[in-house]
């Protein structure tokens, strides 16, 4: 049986020494010998080990959660078969995701507005969760509250209302560019219809609470900053709008 030492398994599998010392020493990858010297030396099974370890690395599993998945499959073929279909996905998602950005980029040099509809198409659990790291970690700092992660079985809702929020902040853009008043029939309208989208999603939020958002929005640095980003002046328009709102909907 041809044995490696563990210089040659780092250099064959693209790791480093280091980290096979680590993972011998949580019994993720136990050499098959050790020599009197002291030397680690491993074997095809070894090898066959460390390659579905790195596969599942490459899935961002933990290695406590790669340990499990080890202990529980029944067998190499099972492991790789399982494997190959989480690559799979993750390859599909990653396609979809690349076509979203390079759409985004051509529309962008054109200086044309992508389709709402298709600007969050990829994004799933883990990418929103990425996407609200920052605002999670400012509103635990200043205000004690920390997001709730998202779930995977909500990420099409949250697609759903990232495109509406989107189009609906984008409306606002506009009417502020053309000069309407906050009190503009056309910008209720726009707020009503908003708002009743929020309902159906499941969050309902009466006027007089829209209004409250929105002053926080204006009052906060970080949220303000967001607005203000997109379009200047535009948090200040939501505010004064959401308030004028609320005003006509006591």
């Known amino acids: 049986m041809m044995l490696y030492t563990v210089k040659e ?3 064959l599998a693209g790791v480093t020494v280091k980290t096979l010392h680590h993972y011998h020493k949580i019994g993720l990858l ?5 020599t009197d010297a002291g030397y680690r030396l491993y074997g095809a099974e070894e090898l066959e080990r460390l390659q579905q370890i790195l596969f599942y690395r490459e899935l961002d599993f933990s290695l406590s959660d790669i340990q499990k998945a080890l202990e529980d499959q029944p067998g190499r073929l099972m492991c790789l078969t399982k494997q190959q279909e989480l690559l799979i996905a993750r390859r599909q998602r990653l396609d979809c995701l690349l076509k979203t950005i ?9 200086g044309e ?3 709402k509809s298709a600007m969050f198409q990829g994004l799933n659990a883990d990418a929103w969760n990425t996407a609200l790291a920052e605002q999670s970690q ?3 700092d200043h205000y004690g ?5 998202v779930e995977t079985e909500q990420t099409d809702e949250m697609n759903d209302s990232a495109a509406e929020a989107k189009q609906f902040m984008d409306f606002l853009a506009e009417a502020l560019q053309a000069g309407w ?3 503009d029939p056309r910008l209720h309208k726009k707020i009503e219809e908003h708002l009743a989208i929020l309902k159906d999603h499941g969050h309902p939020v009466d006027a007089q609470t829209f209004a409250a958002q929105a002053r926080f929005f204006l009052e906060d640095d970080f949220h303000r900053g967001m607005l203000e980003s997109q379009q200047l002046g535009l948090c200040y328009y939501l505010c004064i709008a959401a308030e ?7």
């Open 102 to 110: 390079g759409e985004s980029i051509v529309l962008t040099k054109k």
């Open 145 to 149: 509250y920390e997001l709730p992660k």
């Open 9 to 11: 398994v780092a250099g």
């Open 30 to 34: 136990k050499p098959c010998e050790i």
């Open 244 to 250: 004028m709102y609320a005003a006509a909907n006591q």
């Open 181 to 183: 008043k906050g009190n």
């Open 113 to 115: 507005i992508m389709e």
């Open 138 to 140: 400012y509103l635990k």
